[in-house]
């Protein structure tokens, strides 16, 4: 069994995802556990010793609160379920990510996030979550508890989520522009211009040229229209557009059409593959002021790195207030890097490329591959002890530990 791209491997082991809650408790109380989901973590943080415990297997029952504008549901729902289930009772999720496929639980505790200067990450929708502890004891934390920044983003590392409430905002329409061959000196020169053209933003690009591939604006029918040229060009015309080979028919509808939230923030439909699969995904996130000469650093290393990336992918997300979010101290650009499956060549890539943003502070995604450790991590995560000392007290027997979670010193 392995992880979504490819590049984890689980062995022979089977998932167990009991029916009840008493069934995942009783699991938890007898096993080592680590928390899966969907498996679309590239990085180690689903693995580890003991049992692979899902809480799949528990019913999806939405519940909606039009009162408190929530909806409360498993926390193994994965997104675009979620998103259809809104849609029919005219309610949204104010952001998603690239990819409908991945589970809430799993996106929140890895700090998965969308795109816009405005957008918080994912898990910053939460009003409140429960979770079976190391005793098999249902916990709960909201909005003002002790806990709940600390273990919003907590990589399955003290409890097994169950279920989430989230806020909800009435439905909208989004439409995607896609603008093509953006001169790189422009978008050095105004950044905030192209970033700030849509509700949602991603740049597309292979580095080393003079131009990026793409740019798509994601904006919000009844908001600003999208500019007419941006950087000097228009917008494509095609209801799809290439990102990379094999993947443009698996996207969602371009060309400025407008429609259902659901079917546009995501790049990829439900119905499809997520990206091309059989790859393997890196992202760091830097401070805004130091991103262009980031990206400078990282053009000049190009002719190292092409042969082994498929894509990269630059988005901004707004500050939150996680402790181990990499959002916590001010709003980011993420550089995004998707290779492919060719572990030994993306070594050596992910290496080349920390070296060259070593000097911006870079910090990296938490479910995606990358060569940091706890000593480095501790640099760039103000509460990183006090996180540890957290999820240490909620689960002292360390049933949901792994030397993975070591490594990075989440967990003692």
Known sequence: ???????????????????????????????????????????????????????????????????????????????????????????????????????????????????????????????????????????????????????????????????????????????????????????????????????????FTKWGGAKIDQLWAKSMIGDLQPPATLYGQSAEGNSLVELAPGVGANLTQQGGVPGPWLDRLPHFRLDATPSAGNEIQTEYFLNRDAAIEAMREINKISSLINPTLVISEIRTIAQDSAWLSPMKQEDKIALHFTWKNERQSVSKAVDLVERALAPFAPIPHWGKVHHFDERRLALRHEKLSEARATFDSLDPAGKFSSEYLRILGVRS
């Open 1 to 203: 069994m392995q992880n979504w791209g490819g590049n984890v491997d689980y062995g022979d082991r089977r998932i167990l995802a009991p029916k009840t809650l008493e069934g995942l408790a009783e699991a938890i109380q007898e096993n080592q556990v680590r928390p899966i989901g969907t498996m679309h973590s590239f990085s180690d943080v689903a693995l580890g010793d003991g049992l692979l415990l899902s809480a799949a297997g528990l019913p999806f029952e939405p519940e909606l609160n039009f009162a408190d504008s929530s909806v409360t549901v498993s926390a193994s729902t994965r997104f675009g379920e979620l998103a259809l289930f809104l849609e029919e009772n005219g309610l949204a999720l104010k952001n998603m990510g690239s990819l409908p496929h991945i589970s809430l639980a799993g996106a929140y505790a890895t700090g998965t996030h969308g795109s816009g200067d405005t957008n918080q990450m994912l898990s910053s929708s939460l009003k409140a979550f429960s979770f079976i502890d190391a005793k098999g004891e249902l916990i709960h934390y909201g909005i003002g508890d002790e806990n709940f920044d600390a273990c919003r983003l907590g990589l399955g590392s003290y409890g097994l989520w169950v279920s989430v409430t989230l806020h909800v905002v009435p439905t909208y329409q989004i439409r995607q522009d896609v603008y093509r061959q953006i001169p790189w000196e422009s978008f050095y020169e105004d950044p905030k211009l192209g970033t700030s053209a849509g509700y949602s933003v991603s740049l």
